[in-house]
């Protein structure tokens, strides 16, 4: 008794690639299993998914900012908290989830399938659904999802990297026939390019919002192959940070400058820096900076800390 | 990479046959998958579940009233609202859920396993579960699930019934070698004997607390095979009722007295029973009961019109 009404499937708002990926693969999945479902996405593609898409020839998602009246019932990948998602989602019935992100202030009324796995990325979790299902993974989608993972393991070399992630890129790479490492360090440096940007275009790229200890916190991350390309715009950045605090009401706003080729970040913070030392032992620099090598996910190595923090 | 310090795997307070049978279940599972978990319960088996355990030679799990600092990690099977689980659940980390029920103020700090499917019981997700990972089903466990199975959809009569229910149910009685529907009426009749017992223990047997915009609603469930044994002591029933709701700070405490044979239901309320015409399309009679033809499924018919009620 599968519902025909059309459903969307959509990620996260400002949409990496896993979001955008996930949700092409997962509609594709749903389609194939009698749902009458269509991919759209909380914005447009970023540089890196836009040039992803462009290599494995897939049109970028119809973008939305509301669901209702259009469909009374979506999915969502790769996401869950209600400031991550559609604006109306209290008007729509949520009826799936599949996401390896925390789980945090998402009510239902009602039983619903909801697939969340800790592993690297939504695609890697899709990849074992595909196969639990029976459904052969087309050529073209092996590509995008593929692409999902480098995204999010930055080519498996962030700390949220599992065996899962590990066996589903090199059976994607094998699908699609491109080498996932020499694909992968282009893929990553596409989405690197700084240079020609605003600090408020870089500093909302890729920023989510969330709830910690009833205080509004801002993380968004840029991807660059040198930390300098932004810490030599950091006032620059930093004024962009607070004029956006003040304008949203974010109580802290932090922005992780992660270097994708030698795995470590610079994070640049402003607000209510108070919890900063306690979420990651060290003292923020004069400057409000603080270099902590190895850190490179935000789910795992800035979020947990910094809730805990908060917490105290 | 496994973590191999012990786990505790438990399902719902006053736990029912599913929520003893899945917890011994999934720690068979995972500690195929190389875990280590043992399956203990919230509570003592009820009649039904002690009939279940006795018929298939399993002796009962350990009751629990804490998991810290016996272990630091959980996993929740067949609940997942704070209210339904283990009072220090804040002092421990959950790892898992597998699940069949809507989800509401459970937040975690870090991603984690999640497996919800909005089918008939959490055993039917198991049986799933266990060939997704290509474990077998000893013959004792098989007899156990297809006992959840029947206890929470009434052998198959209850709404909540799903196709997939019933292709676990028929695939577990051919493993264990037990006809599931001459065995289902003889176990569901081992869980109606209300003779004995005090209304208090009645109304607390298989009781669940919710939280409804903001008020505490207890919703308990008393099976049957003639609504008139529960009805003919109704004025010491509401008593009871009454009492507990003023120990304990209910708003509204709902009775479903429910014939097991015949699939339908009086609700008995005490407390603010203004919602209730709204919820269920019927005034109360003037003795604060409804008779509600088909309904038989707390989680399906009775949540969700009485959220929709009070979020009015």
Redesign the interface.
Known sequence: ?IDKDKQLVFGHRNPDTDAIDSAIAYSYLMNKLGYNTEAVAQGHPNEETSWVLKYFNHKAPRVITHAYPEVKKVMLVDHNEPQQTIPDIKKVTVTHVV?????????????????????GCTSTILTVMFH?HNVEIPKQLAGLMMSAIISDTLLLKSPTTT?YDVKAIKELSKICGVDYKTYGIKELKAGTNVAGKSAKHLIDNDAKSYVMNGKHVRIDQINVVDLDDVMKRESEVKKAMEDESKAKGYDLFLVMVTNVLDTNSTLIATGDVSVMDTAFGKPLGADGSVNLPGVVSR??QV??PL??AFDK
Chains 1, 2 share one sequence.
């Open positions: 008794m996401d390896h992100h925390r789980i945090a202030n998402f009510d239902t009324l009602a039983p619903i399938y909801y697939t969340a796995r800790p592993w639990h065996k789910k795992k979020v947990p809730n805990k």
